[in-house]
């Protein structure tokens, strides 16, 4: 008979620390600059946070080289403030939620912008163009609460793409959290995306992408040809 199959649980490495933090879940939020909101053709100032996910193990760590997505001929960066959670619970208000906060981390949402385009025409699910192998390449974390102000920034290839500041998200970490408890019952070892700032754009093969962002490591990525 055979054996059953034996896996591990996907940890993120923490800032000055050998310790690793285990991911459970990964939760992404759809809108949250205004800029990048209208370049996607939305409206700010009407549209509430919406979330979607990727699989736990699709976490990459900076100095990884990438094989390129499958089934893309357009493959973009979203550069995003990422928070991982060491308590959870559901239906939390806004000012409980920073004290779910292990720490946080700059991450790449990466994204087949041409998937997620034919989902969106046709109303299919976004899984494929979001939640595929290696879609969530994420930076060491820093302990503590995330700055609610300062850079956050990405290049590819040395050139600056995504120029951005925390201040400018509609919804705060504490205000997506709140928002997302009233959907799923958040858990230690989740990590939330919490959006990106305008400027998404496309990668090509052989490209090096670094996301920055205020008191955290950067995140260095390279595609294979
Ligand atoms: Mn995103």
Redesign the pocket.
Same mark, same amino acid.
């Given at each position: 008979m055979v054996e059953v199959p034996r896996i591990s649980v996907p940890s993120v490495p923490i800032s000055g620390s050998e310790l690793k933090f285990p991911v459970r879940r990964i939760y992404?939020v759809g809108r949250n600059y205004a800029d990048h909101t209208r370049e996607m053709g939305g409206d700010p100032e009407r549209e509430l946070p919406f979330f979607f996910s990727k699989p736990a193990d699709a976490v990459v760590f900076s100095g990884w080289r990438l094989p390129f997505p499958a089934r893309t001929s357009d493959l973009q960066h =979203?550069v =995003?403030l990422v928070v991982g959670l060491h308590r959870g619970g559901t239906n939390i208000p806004a000012v409980d939620a920073s004290s779910m906060i292990y720490g946080y981390a700059v991450g790449i949402?990466l994204t087949r912008r041409d998937l997620q385009a034919e989902a969106k025409k046709t109303g299919r699910p976004w899984d494929m163009a979001k939640g595929f192998d290696h879609s969530a390449p994420i930076g060491a974390l820093t302990r503590g609460l995330p700055p609610a102000s300062g850079a956050i920034s990405l290049t590819v290839d040395g050139e600056v793409r995504q120029s951005g500041d925390l201040k400018d998200m509609i919804w705060s970490v504490s205000e997506v959290i709140a928002a997302l408890s009233t959907y799923v019952q958040l858990a230690p070892g989740d990590l939330i995306?919490t959006?990106?700032p305008a400027g998404v754009g496309a990668i090509r093969r052989g490209a090096t992408v670094r996301g920055m962002l205020v008191g955290a490591e950067p995140i260095e990525i390279t595609f294979e040809l």
């Amino acid at each position: 008979m055979v054996e059953v199959p034996r896996i591990s649980v996907p940890s993120v490495p923490i800032s000055g620390s050998e310790l690793k933090f285990p991911v459970r879940r990964i939760y992404c939020v759809g809108r949250n600059y205004a800029d990048h909101t209208r370049e996607m053709g939305g409206d700010p100032e009407r549209e509430l946070p919406f979330f979607f996910s990727k699989p736990a193990d699709a976490v990459v760590f900076s100095g990884w080289r990438l094989p390129f997505p499958a089934r893309t001929s357009d493959l973009q960066h =979203e550069v =995003e403030l990422v928070v991982g959670l060491h308590r959870g619970g559901t239906n939390i208000p806004a000012v409980d939620a920073s004290s779910m906060i292990y720490g946080y981390a700059v991450g790449i949402d990466l994204t087949r912008r041409d998937l997620q385009a034919e989902a969106k025409k046709t109303g299919r699910p976004w899984d494929m163009a979001k939640g595929f192998d290696h879609s969530a390449p994420i930076g060491a974390l820093t302990r503590g609460l995330p700055p609610a102000s300062g850079a956050i920034s990405l290049t590819v290839d040395g050139e600056v793409r995504q120029s951005g500041d925390l201040k400018d998200m509609i919804w705060s970490v504490s205000e997506v959290i709140a928002a997302l408890s009233t959907y799923v019952q958040l858990a230690p070892g989740d990590l939330i995306f919490t959006g990106t700032p305008a400027g998404v754009g496309a990668i090509r093969r052989g490209a090096t992408v670094r996301g920055m962002l205020v008191g955290a490591e950067p995140i260095e990525i390279t595609f294979e040809l």
